[in-house]
């Protein structure tokens, strides 16, 4: 019996042992998009963009808000907008990454800085601008059956 209560004790341990490795091991995955390829690929989440693509050393990876209808349809996930940060705001957010401290450009100064267009679009426009405001809001409109589409995570 006291073996049997030993081995038990040690399988959970494993399991514990193993579920933190795991995590340890990345984090939480985002849907990114190489300009210059056209292309979706998947990174950390927590990457600041832009980041370096799939196709070269540039940093033309910009995080991708995919949708879907439903989310369990590869097939019919598509791009709501793409996402980029100025270099004033990336620099600024991978030194208080680096320093484990707040950024010094505040929340409100840091959504003047963030910048979002359509994937077919050729210009990027601010976030908290009109045309920046509708484009992340657009793709919430609801369908012809009455649904909008939801965020979709790799």
Avoid at 26 to 31: L, R, T, V
Wanted: with cysteine; proline share 7%.
């Amino acid at each position: 019996m006291q073996l049997l209560v030993a081995a038990s004790l040690f399988l959970v341990a494993c399991l514990f042992f193993y579920n933190s490795w795991k995590q340890g091991r990345g984090g939480a995955k985002a849907f990114f998009y190489d300009l210059s390829k056209s292309q979706l690929f998947i990174a950390e989440a927590s990457m600041i963009p832009p980041i370096r693509g799939i196709d070269g050393p540039e940093e033309d990876g910009v995080k991708a808000v995919v949708i879907a209808d439903k989310p369990e349809d590869m097939k019919g996930r598509r791009i709501a907008y793409l996402e980029r940060y100025s270099p004033e705001l990336k620099k600024d957010m991978e030194e208080a990454r680096a320093k484990n401290s707040a950024p010094m450009i505040g929340r409100a100064g840091a959504q003047a800085l963030r910048f979002v267009r359509r994937e077919k679009d050729k210009d990027w426009y601010p976030m908290i601008s009109q045309e920046g405001q509708k484009i992340v809001s657009e793709w919430t409109t609801p369908g012809p059956d009455g649904l909008s589409p939801v965020v979709c995570v790799p």
